[in-house]
């Protein structure tokens, strides 16, 4: 392919002396191989530069005028996230201060496929427009809270909000020593 | 009889369309290419099955690292410098405009205010040493030196780019969740509603999808 050819034997005679044809043709073979490396590694980090995103909307700050929403018991579904990537849910409120409402049963799964997921999904058919509580105890990792979210938007559950765990809940955990 | 010789076709081709696209191609990518800075900070994030983008640009970064400690950083160079020209006059801190030009290439801070001028003094790789002791941007009720980052950010990339500013939130798997919840409510108070938390992408679940 690329190779000049050296003097060729240009007989003894007093002849002529052509002007020896160079080959046009070089080995193009290296060269494409650098384009193409080149062109990976273009191709791959343009690709990976966009971080992926999960929006949140919080809501809009309380003003006085704007009363909290209240949430009938029967809809109401809390997850508590704990230590220990520990998800612990109850169904309805828990309100110790009120004799009406009975006090709610506390459980314990994981953030695995068949763990909240399934409890979710459960809930879901058993109660249309089930509301979720997500409360992120002290101890709980972002990770958790990330894992959370998604399950939401995973089950496609509509209405959930994510608040602060009030005192009452963490007793909740502490009393039933899961 | 003689042996029948196949006919022996040459086995070099042309290459030259091929290397034309090809080079095509990486010039492309080449001038496409951004890459990204070093960052001050590694976190690793969780993932989800969001497959929303973060916006090209007019992104705040509030970076949140497993040792509860709060970084900042803006995309672009010029709102960094407007930001911190604003931000130092507020806390009576000069810099120069050496300064300010090393503050606009770093990709974020996590120092308060007062010990930025020294940081930025030391050269690149001494400053990679400091890094890791940085203490992050001080955000308790006393000494809240983050809400002002956040919103002088925004109001310089409103001056320079008239757009609104995306507030993103990358926060460590393994950082706690009194942090990131300090952080979104500090921004709350302000009227900041809306977050991207930044997620690794991973597949949907194929038994969920209905």
Known sequence: ?178 | MPKVKPHRTSPSLDMTPMVDLAFLLVTFFMLTTKFAPEETVVVDTPSSISEIKLPESNVITLTIDAKKRVFFGVDDTKTKIQALQRVAAKYGVNFTAAQAKEFGNLPNIGLPINQLGSYLDVDKEERKQLNSQQPGIPIDSLNNQLIDWVLEARRANQALFKKPTYIAIKGDGNADVPTVQAVIKLLQERDINRFNLITDLENRPVAAAQ
């Open chain 1, 1 to 178: 392919m690329g190779e000049i050819q050296g003097k060729a034997d240009s007989g003894g005679k007093g002849g002529k002396k052509r002007a020896k044809k160079m080959s046009t043709r070089i080995d193009m073979t290296p060269m494409v191989d650098l384009a193409f490396l080149l062109l990976t590694f273009f191709m791959l980090t343009t690709t990976f530069a966009k971080p992926n995103v999960m929006q949140l909307t919080m809501p809009v700050k309380k003003t006085d005028d704007v009363e909290d929403t209240k949430i009938k018991n029967s809809q109401a579904m809390t997850i508590l996230l704990g230590k220990d990537n520990k998800a612990y849910y109850y169904y309805g409120m828990n309100t110790p201060s009120d004799p009406t409402v009975p006090k709610p049963e506390l459980k314990v799964t994981n953030f695995s496929a068949n763990g909240i997921r399934d409890v979710i999904m459960t809930r879901q058919r058993q109660q249309p427009e089930p509301i979720i509580l997500i409360k992120p105890t002290e101890e709980a990792k972002y990770k958790n809270m990330v894992d959370i979210l998604d399950e939401m938007n995973i089950t496609n559950q509509k209405k959930y909000a994510l608040v602060k765990v009030p005192k009452e809940d963490v007793d909740l955990i502490k009393e039933s020593g899961l």
